[in-house]
Nanobody, 120 residues
């Protein structure tokens, strides 16, 4: 089993920045994918960005050039640096990890979510 603990959300003005963190723990053997999804008030959870084990990153078009995903393999932690934030970025951000453990082969895990609010 894998536990994901998120932090870094908050209230920021348009144009501001935040950095989200997600630390994975448990009997992890390998991490294949780390990423971020977000859930807006319409309750749809949508893809934002991922980074795979080889380092390749993918972003949804609306955040390209503004958000950067990175990871610290030694800490099993993924980060999301969010710059030039817009009100439409307001959402609950969820960390997502695909990993294998001592008990389970490759599976997906979700963090608890952290609120990001962009408002004047």
């Amino acid at each position: 089993q894998v536990q994901l603990v998120e932090s870094g959300g908050g209230l920021v003005q348009p144009g501001g920045s935040l950095r989200l963190s997600c630390a994975a723990s448990g009997s992890i053997s390998s991490i294949y994918v780390m990423g971020w999804y977000r859930q807006t008030p319409d309750k749809q959870r949508v893809f934002v960005t991922t980074i795979i084990s080889g380092g390749t990153t993918t972003y949804t078009d609306s955040v390209k050039g503004r958000f950067t995903i990175s990871r610290d393999n030694a800490k099993n932690t993924v980060y999301l640096q969010m710059n030039s934030l817009k009100p439409e970025d307001t959402a609950v951000y969820y960390c997502y990890v695909e990993a294998s453990t001592l008990l389970f082969r490759r599976r997906g895990y979700w963090g608890q979510g952290t609120q990001v609010t962009v408002s004047s």
